[in-house]
């Protein structure tokens, strides 16, 4: 069975820092992408950042570049997001998934996991 848990949120003042786990089991880690994803209230999930499996490269949504930090650790299976400089708006529910590739990574569609909450306080 393919699991992807996510784990690491909680409530910050702004500027503070969080670190996310993505701990993922029931298929190959490694060849796949790790994708995190948010969602505000009453807005659409949007994603976050990617690691791409072919080159290892990242990307990064326009809203965190510079603050935000993904990483993958494939001897545990599990995939991170450090956010640093968090602001009210970084609010939401933070999501992981491992799609193919980081290509279009923003519109893929999982059976989504339950999420870690971030929330940050002004």
């Known amino acids: 069975e393919v699991k992807l848990v996510e784990s690491g949120g909680e409530l910050v003042q702004t500027g503070g820092s969080l670190r996310l786990s993505c701990a993922a089991s029931?298929?190959?880690f490694e060849w796949y992408s790790k994708a995190w994803y948010r969602q505000a209230p009453g807005k659409e999930r949007e994603g976050v950042s990617c690691i791409n499996v072919s080159d290892g490269r990242t990307t990064y949504a326009d809203s965190v570049k510079g603050r935000f930090t993904t990483s993958s650790d494939n001897t545990k299976n599990t995939f991170y997001l450090q956010m640093d400089s968090l602001k009210p708006e970084d609010t939401a529910v933070y999501y992981c998934?491992?799609?193919?590739?980081?290509?279009?990574?923003?519109?893929?569609?999982?059976?989504w996991g339950q999420g870690t909450q971030v929330t940050v306080s002004s």
């Open positions: 029931g298929f190959t």
């Open positions: 998934a491992a799609p193919l590739s980081c290509s279009g990574y923003e519109s893929f569609h999982t059976s």
